[in-house]
């Protein structure tokens, strides 16, 4: 059973648009942490989030949580070819604190 | 400081023999997790170490897999007679049971491989 779902799967767009990434859930989260992952290496953390709404930016990578604690969102303004690479959520289990659910991923391409 | 490291970073195997993937975490890290991960996918858990702790085996897909945590440091996950849905990447993290960074994992390069 996939509990976290990721929105598009493959996105491709050029460089200088703006794009948002969605993770959603119907399970409720302790927190939720946003991974990416370049080809031939392990995810590597952008960011965790906490707080029901909580709004968190990262450069220019917005990243918020959703009121209820179940779902997320990804904002990239003024996309750039670096920005390439898959974006995984991950949602902690209240059940189980060390216990992490992965989204089944965004592959985000940027052309020049 | 050494990260979590993986060993092989690929391996070629024929259908129906047992490989063997090694995990090294980070010093200090209690916890330990091994994913699959197929064709540029979502990562699918397999197993979840934490100290001494009898691991939670829930996302092993088959009685073929299996995986041992010695010393609390190194895991070894072993694929027995091998599939070719076997085929994929194989992902080891570790995280901290504490402090700041509880519940980040931080990953390895992961093991590539392919059933042919």
């Known amino acids: 059973t996939q509990l976290l779902e990721q929105s598009p799967q493959f996105l491709s767009i050029q460089e200088g648009e703006n794009l948002t990434v969605y993770c959603n859930s119907s399970s409720v989260f302790s927190s939720l942490q946003w991974y990416r992952q370049e080809p031939g290496e392990g995810p590597v953390l952008l960011v965790t989030?906490?707080?029901?709404?909580e709004v968190k930016k990262l450069k220019r990578l917005t990243f918020q949580f959703g009121d209820a604690r179940k779902d997320s969102s990804l904002h990239i303004t003024a996309a750039q070819p670096g920005d390439t690479g898959l974006y995984l959520c991950a949602g902690v289990q209240y059940s189980s604190a060390s216990k992490i659910i992965f989204g089944s991923g965004t592959r985000l391409s940027i052309r020049p | 400081g050494a990260g979590v490291s993986q060993s092989p970073s690929n391996k070629v195997t024929e259908k129906g023999k047992d490989v063997e993937l090694r995990c090294d975490p980070i010093?200090?890290?209690?916890?330990l997790y091994w994913y699959r991960q197929s064709l540029g996918q979502g990562l699918e858990f397999l197993i979840y170490f934490q100290g001494n702790s009898a691991p939670d085996k829930s996302g092993l897909p088959s009685d073929r897999f299996s995986a041992e945590r010695t010393g609390g440091s190194v895991s070894t996950l072993t694929i027995q007679r091998t599939q070719q849905e076997d085929s994929a990447v194989y992902l080891c993290?570790?995280?901290?049971?504490?402090?700041?960074?509880?519940?980040?994992?931080?990953f390895g390069a992961g093991t590539r491989l392919s059933v042919l």
């Open positions: 989030v906490v707080t029901g709404g």
């Open positions: 010093s200090g890290h209690t916890a």
């Open positions: 993290a570790s995280s901290p049971d504490r402090g700041y960074d509880k519940n980040i994992q931080y």
